[in-house]
Nanobody, 126 residues
Framework: VQLQASGGGSVQAGGSLRLSCAAS????????WGWFRQAPGKEREFVAA????????HYADSVKGRFTISRANAWNTVYLQMNSLKSDDTAIYYC????????????????????WGQGTLVTVSS
């Protein structure tokens, strides 16, 4: 499964960015999706996840209320809308997916994900 993440860039604190992750049509609807990030010198951390049916989402406390994950099945794309960005949000952002039998579950453990995109850099300046 090939994942292509895009949408990263440089923005001032308080600004917004929208990340996109496109995948092959064959597996998109069968997978749960997540966004993770890794800042310099830090471990990769969970950001957000969305279920197969799109009805269930889960967010890290640090981004709750500012970030929104969504999926567009018709376009085989998952998004991460990031608002009110802070300098602490600076990181490489990765999208990931894994097959899920059930429609409603979300997955926050990066070790459970099988497919990863190449990452897109987000830089927030204060």
């Amino acid at each position: 499964v090939q994942l292509q993440a895009s949408g990263g860039g440089s923005v001032q604190a308080g600004g917004s960015l929208r990340l996109s992750c496109a995948a092959s049509r064959r597996t998109f609807n069968m997978n749960v999706w997540g966004w993770f990030r890794q800042a310099p010198g830090k471990e990769r951390e969970f950001v957000a996840a969305i279920s197969r049916n799109g009805y269930n989402t889960h967010y890290a406390d640090s981004v709750k209320g500012r970030f929104t994950i969504s999926r567009a099945n018709a376009w085989n794309t998952v998004y991460l809308q990031m608002n009110s960005l802070k300098s602490d949000d600076t990181a490489i952002y990765y999208c990931a997916s894994v097959y899920a039998h059930r429609m409603e579950i979300v997955q926050v453990n990066p070790n459970e994900y099988q497919n990863w995109g190449q990452g897109t850099l987000v830089t927030v300046s204060s």
